[in-house]
């Protein structure tokens, strides 16, 4: 069945209380897609989750937006909207869902483990730089709000510009001891480049030939805030890696990698796609024949991506010489 | 025309005159009830004798049941407790694995479509000691169609190999808490919760969303209804798309159609001000025989799967708090609004900190917008303890407590859910009365079966299934327990001024017994036989349906 030569698609978990800012995030990436094809499920309480001039068309249960995305509303039923997605024409490349603000996105994310045609991507939850605290501090909001957060791989603190410097460092203490382990992303209305949030798409539509894959694969939306936040490096990669071993080492927070993705052969010869996001991480098998050189993207925040350490690290994988080379 | 019917004892809730031998009825509303050299002053009558031994009572009011309760019927009940279906048959229990294993395969037999799935509802299997459904078990009804067995909570799900196949989860690697697997790494074909059970609950033919707005079932019920002596029952609550409303006021309109159904508008995904709008439009769809326009939140999950919402110190067992299902925001604000609209909201909340979130919100919002008579009702309820119902009180609401769980489920709550202390007061009826809290009881049909006067005998006699009394001291009296299953659950509702009590003006609902109530006693409450209903002046006897 051709269905079955897909690969899952990948789901991103987008959670967070009231306000965090989930609607305005998800606005955000629809609008920078570049031409991946988003698919947003929502069920929030917001007035107009979706951005009324992106809508195109309205039939009832799918809009169908500007730039080839779609969003639907779950309702009562996520799980009915995720199975029904993969069968959709065109196959959607990614797909968000927008939990509601007291879901545990934990949970959502465990929930994919039942559907085999999508996996997840990564929990990236929201949280209000000016409310948070006090909302962890809640009598009834506290475990959940504490439950969003240790689930989460990132954590985007947004509406940092509404807060006092003095309060931001302490926050960011704060946060790191309620998500160990997740990375850590300034936002101000949630404008972040596209590929920080859903990573790097390396040619994976529809098993396509990654030959489009050129020194152009990464392209943050122009906006300033994703220039002057984040970097990111390119890698060809020669030989082939312990793609396992590549994929762990990358996660290690001391080389500030916020999320790497990479097309490469690994030891035995096949042909692996390798994710990291935060402090997750892992590999999967390729249904197509590759390209060598193989490929790995690394996205940090400016100035946090170790350079050095980053080549030690693939070269403890390849146990080779590497062409490091920055785009 | 005139019809005054005898009967051998009235029990009218009427506190001016409790009891009478007859009932004057006149276009589908009582002119009084009283002797018959009374009623006959109302002039020109007809009088009716086939109540003449029969005992008359308001008709029963079921304050929180679904109309799901209808649809399930569709499938093969697997229940342990004998429980009684449509059509008046009464089905057996299933004691034991085997017996429910039996039951299906002669299910399965019946049907001749070898695709079909073969599906059924009502397991309990807490009563089988250590033992557990597995698909292999399921297996042996059919190997080749899915075979599916909904437990009695509705939370859980036993499925064969055909179904988790078909579903997908036949394989290893499956890492969901909802999907326990066995030795050999595979599903075990139990589904616990929502999200484990969607991939495969709708091939074996489980959708709520359809079960709720089924035609079929909306019919079921209602002959459910005749034989448990209810004129008015709620369906709490829907999504009520506007087919599934056209179908329902259709249906009801019928001149057959023997049940009044008030439908309560759920809060789902819908803004504050989107769900407003929509419980305004239909409230203006209402018909008599279809009330709609009064709002259901869902505040917290439930406290047998672990997801209620408890306070310090939390679950027995030790298992983590539940989950919250509406932000207190959006709590507050449909509060505030519908306050403003004069809409009615009830609100589920199971555990005692989504008790106490909710009874925060409605004083803010009542704060917001003052309002007199609102009778916003908490629903469940089950752990609030004496200062809530006195909160409560204060704040002028209304609650519908769920005894029918002592029965099922108490044994469970006092050795694992909340303990024995907390589970002696669960559903503290008697609390309620005591802190002048209107009350009503219910049974969440089909989560327990619809029948008032069970649900009363439940109220009075607080017994386990294990035969364990749970909590003597919140026991309530057999009068209170059937004025609570009429007047009560009709003031939650807003309806008391049209039914819940026989006497002049009021529609002319009547539970038609065999046996009398209060003779009965609260022992013998649960037994007591059910001739039928008189629905708005209409004779329905259950035999005869």
Redesign the interface.
């Given at each position: 069945m051709g269905a079955q030569r897909n690969p899952p698609m990948p789901v991103t978990v987008i959670g967070g209380?009231?306000g965090a800012g989930k609607t305005t995030l998800v606005n955000h990436l629809l609008r920078h897609a570049g031409g991946r094809r988003l698919a947003v499920l929502v069920?929030?309480?917001?007035?107009l989750p979706i951005d009324a001039d992106l809508i195109e068309a309205d039939d009832g249960e799918v809009l169908s937006l500007a730039g080839g995305c779609i969003c639907c509303?779950?309702?009562?039923?996520?799980?009915?909207a995720l199975?029904k997605l993969p069968a959709r024409r065109p196959r959607p490349d990614q797909v968000l869902v927008e939990a509601?603000?007291?879901a545990?996105p934990g949970?959502v994310a465990?929930?994919l483990?039942?559907?085999?045609?999508v996996a997840l991507d990564a929990v990236v939850v929201l949280a209000d730089a000016e409310t948070v605290r006090a909302h962890a501090a809640d009598r009834?909001?506290a475990?959940?709000i504490a439950r969003q957060l240790r689930a989460a791989d990132l954590v985007i603190l947004n509406k940092l510009d509404l807060v006092a410097p003095q309060a931001q460092a302490a926050l960011h203490a704060w946060l790191e001891t309620m998500a160990p382990g997740a990375k850590l992303l300034d936002a101000r209305r949630a404008q972040l480049p596209l590929e920080a949030v859903l990573g790097v798409e390396l040619g994976a539509r529809g098993g396509a030939p990654v030959g489009s894959l050129r020194s152009g694969a990464l392209q943050p939306p122009p906006t300033v805030v994703a220039d002057a936040l984040f970097e990111h490096v390119e890698i060809a990669v020669e030989q082939s890696v312990d793609g396992r071993g590549l994929a762990t080492a990358l996660a290690d927070p001391a080389l500030g990698v916020v999320r790497a993705k990479g097309i490469l052969r690994d030891r035995d010869g096949t042909s692996i796609v390798l994710h990291v996001v935060g402090a997750r991480s892992g590999i999967e098998p390729r249904a197509v024949a590759d390209v060598v050189p193989g490929r790995l993207v690394c996205i940090g925040l400016k100035g946090r991506l170790d350079r050095a350490a980053l080549r030690a690290t693939l070269d403890r994988a390849t146990r080779t010489a590497t062409n490091l080379k920055e785009c | 025309m005139i019809t005054i019917y005898r009967a051998k004892r009235i029990l009218t809730m009427n506190p001016a005159r409790p009891e009478a031998t007859h009932v004057a009825v006149r276009d589908g509303r009582i002119l009084g009830a009283g002797t018959l050299d009374e009623l006959a002053g109302w002039g020109e009558h007809r009088l009716d004798d086939r109540f003449a031994d029969k005992l008359l009572m308001p008709g029963l009011v079921e304050g929180h049941s679904h109309l799901m309760e209808g649809a399930v019927w569709a499938y093969v009940y697997c229940g342990y407790h004998d429980r009684m279906d449509p059509d008046g048959r009464i089905w057996p229990g299933a004691t034991s694995i085997d017996a429910v294993i039996a039951r299906l395969r002669e299910a399965a037999q019946a049907i001749d479509d070898p695709a079909r799935p073969v599906v059924g509802w009502g397991l309990d299997p807490i009563h089988f000691g250590a033992a557990r459904v597995r698909r292999a078990d399921l297996d042996r009804v059919s190997a080749e169609r899915p075979v599916g067995v909904m437990h009695a909570s509705f939370h859980i799900l036993n499925v064969n190999s055909a179904a988790l196949e078909r579903g997908g989860l036949l394989r290893r690697g499956i890492e969901h808490p909802g999907v326990p697997l066995g030795d050999d790494g595979l599903p075990t074909g139990e589904l616990k919760g929502p999200d484990a059970m969607m991939p495969v609950a709708p091939l074996v033919g489980f959708d709520r969303e359809l079960l709720a707005a089924d035609e079929r079932g909306l019919r079921l019920f209602a002959r459910l209804a005749v034989r448990t002596g209810v004129t008015t029952a709620t369906d709490l609550a829907s999504l009520l798309p506007q087919n599934a409303v056209d179908m329902m006021l259709g249906v009801t309109a019928e001149p057959g159609y023997p049940l009044r159904i008030v439908s309560l508008l759920r809060l789902m995904n819908q803004t504050p001000q989107a769900l407003i709008e929509r419980a305004l439009a239909l409230r203006a769809l209402s018909t008599d025989a279809l009330r709609l326009g009064a709002i259901k939140i869902v505040a917290d999950g439930s406290i047998q799967g672990f997801s209620a919402r408890l306070r310090w110190p939390g679950y027995y067992n030790g298992a983590p708090n539940g989950l919250w299902y509406t932000p207190p925001e959006v709590m507050r604000a449909v509060y505030t609004r519908a306050l403003e609209t004069g809409l009615l909201v009830h609100t589920h909340t199971n555990g005692d900190e989504a008790t106490d979130l909710a009874l925060e919100c409605i004083e803010a919002a009542l704060q917001a917008q003052p309002a007199r008579d609102h009778r916003f009702t908490l629903q469940h309820c089950q752990l609030a303890d004496a200062a809530q119902f006195r909160r409560m009180k204060a704040l002028g609401m209304c609650v519908n407590l769920f005894p029918n769980h002592h029965f099922y489920w108490g044994d469970e709550h006092y050795a694992m859910t909340v303990g024995p202390e907390r589970a002696e007061r669960m559903n503290a009826c008697a609390t309620a009365l005591a802190s002048g809290v209107p009350l009503a009881i219910h049974s969440d049909a089909p989560v327990t079966p619809l029948g008032p006067l069970f649900t009363a005998w439940c109220a009075v006699n607080r017994r386990t299934a294990s035969g364990r009394v749970l909590g003597t001291r919140e026991r309530i009296g057999l009068e209170d327990a059937l004025r609570t299953i009429t007047l009560g659950a009709a003031y939650t509702l807003r309806l008391d001024h049209e039914i819940g009590s026989i006497e002049c003006g009021k529609r002319a609902d009547f539970a038609v017994l065999e046996d009398d109530p209060l003779e009965a006693g609260a022992e013998g409450l649960k037994d007591v036989r059910v001739w039928g209903t008189v629905q708005d002046g209409r004779v329905f006897e259950a035999a005869a349906l």
């Open positions: 209380y009231l069920n929030d309480f917001g007035a509303s779950f309702g009562s039923d996520l799980m009915d199975m509601s603000g007291v545990l949970a465990a929930s483990a039942l559907l085999s045609e009834y909001l475990d959940t | -």
